[in-house]
């Protein structure tokens, strides 16, 4: 199937499609709108799901953006509805939280019979939350083309200062009015190009879990985000000026890679180690009280931060006695008391994770060992073929006015490392920092990354 020659309504046809990896791939998306004025087709949407009367979640700025707009329109199609504003409180912006989706559950209007999210990230996330729990359909009005959740079915909820990714229902309606999308904030914008740039990683991440571990990899749902990363490259440049073009492109491809998701079945295609960077910044901040860059942001940043270990993995060629030899000097214990150092608060469920995969386990750990090194020139060829280099990705980043260095967005080079560290950790999934802890070049890595950090510190002072 030849991905660039299709758009995001094509690929959601209710037969779906059958794949060589065995699977029929079906995204539960009925309405799907990428145009100038697409906020105008919601009454017809609403009419597709056979829906009447929707409950509409907002933020303040969403409500501003596009809430008040969807509320005229279905006053004037004489549909009823019912508004649940969820607003910021001590100025600081809604967070995916416990305390957050329990909010919206106990507002819900059980006369209503379906979920009208307007928003972007966090909006999207509560309301599949909300629409899984009450078991009614889901539709997106999109504020910002910002994050790649909109048509995934999966939420990213913060429970307990973890981040987890919960399997949700995905919307069946999602509307992205693009002449919306482009009076996004800037910076709303450069992150939704971010998300779009951290799939260079997040793709070859997914691959290698496929040669080690065997994880499904399905080719269909790669090129699709493959094809969505290339369209939206190309346009770059338009980032600094919002061209409605280039928030066309953005918007199109973090749909691509939420249906990409879908198709999967997991959130590896758009989610590698780049994403794992800003999950444990996000938790590291949860930690404090602290808000977080924008994740589109963060994300961007770890995609440099893997494209330079990358280049330092070019360079190693592991052997099983490294690897046997790395094992041997692991200490439960001394990884235990850094887990409980980075993440205070979330340690406790981190452990718990490790005691039901048991990935600090040495037999596991040199069996996954003796994959990678078998496959070595494989995955090499991933590294050659598949990415761009660290400086051409750098340059365009700042070409567009984005930040390229972990200090630029307040995270200090402890930060980095520790995340880096402990990104194999907080949750199920082989990452590349896995990979390099099984062949045993963490602490090479490590003191490589700090070194690249260092430079980056003293060029800035």
């Known amino acids: 199937m030849v991905f660039d020659l299709m758009n995001p309504e094509e690929l959601i046809r209710p037969e779906g499609f059958s794949c060589s990896c065995g699977r029929q791939h079906r995204a539960e998306i009925r309405f799907l709108r990428i145009a100038p004025g697409a906020l105008s087709e ?32 279905l006053e004037a199609g004489g549909i009823a509805y019912s508004l649940h504003r969820l607003d910021e409180e001590n100025g600081e912006r809604i967070k995916p939280s416990e305390h957050a989706a329990g909010s919206l559950l106990l507002g819900y209007d059980q006369k209503c019979d379906m979920i009208l999210g307007v928003g972007s990230g966090v909006i999207n996330d509560l309301c599949k939350v909300l629409c899984t729990a009450a078991k009614v359909p889901c539709m997106i009005v999109a504020t910002a083309p910002s994050m790649d959740g909109y048509a995934s079915d999966s939420a990213s909820v913060e429970i307990g200062s973890i981040k987890y990714s919960l399997k949700e229902k995905m919307p069946e309606a999602i509307l992205c009015d693009t002449q919306i999308l482009a009076k996004a904030p800037q910076k709303m914008i450069r992150a939704g190009m971010g998300d779009i740039l951290a799939k260079y990683t997040s793709l070859i991440d997914w691959k290698i879990s496929h040669i080690v571990t065997g994880e499904c990899y399905c080719d269909l749902a790669a090129d699709l985000v493959r094809d969505s990363l290339r369209r ?73 931060l893997t494209l330079k270990i990358i280049e330092y993995l070019k360079t190693i060629c592991p052997v099983m006695e490294h690897a046997e030899a790395a094992a041997g000097r692991f200490d439960e214990a001394v990884w235990e008391k850094n887990i409980r150092r980075v993440f205070p608060k ?116």
């Open 346 to 461: 979330a340690a406790d469920g981190i452990l718990e994770i490790e005691k039901q995969t048991r990935k600090n386990d040495r037999a596991g750990r040199l069996e996954r060992a003796a994959i990678a090194i078998a496959h070595w020139d494989e995955i090499l060829s991933l590294f050659q073929t598949e990415l761009p280099s660290y400086e051409e990705t750098k340059a365009l980043m700042r070409r567009i006015g984005m930040p390229v260095t972990p200090r630029e967005i307040g995270l200090t080079n402890r930060e980095v490392i520790d995340a880096f560290v402990c990104s194999r950790d907080i949750r199920d999934k082989y990452l590349l920092s896995s990979l390099i802890w099984d062949i045993g070049y963490m602490e090479e890595t490590t003191a490589m990354l700090k070194d690249v950090l260092y430079a980056e510190t003293k060029s800035e002072s």
């Open 42 to 73: 919601v009454t017809k949407a609403l009419s597709v799901l056979g829906c009447s009367r929707p409950m509409v979640v907002c933020g303040p700025h969403g409500y501003e953006a596009a809430g008040k707009t969807v509320c005229s329109l």
């Open 232 to 304: 939206t490259v190309a346009v770059a440049d338009g980032v600094r000026e919002s061209r409605e073009e280039t928030v066309l492109a953005i918007t199109e491809g973090l749909v691509l890679s939420g249906i990409g998701i879908t198709f999967a079945g997991c959130s590896h295609p758009a989610s590698g180690l780049e994403h794992y960077f800003s999950h444990c910044w996000e938790m590291m901040q949860l930690e404090k009280g602290k808000d977080s860059e924008l994740h589109g942001i963060q994300v961007s940043i770890g995609m440099l």
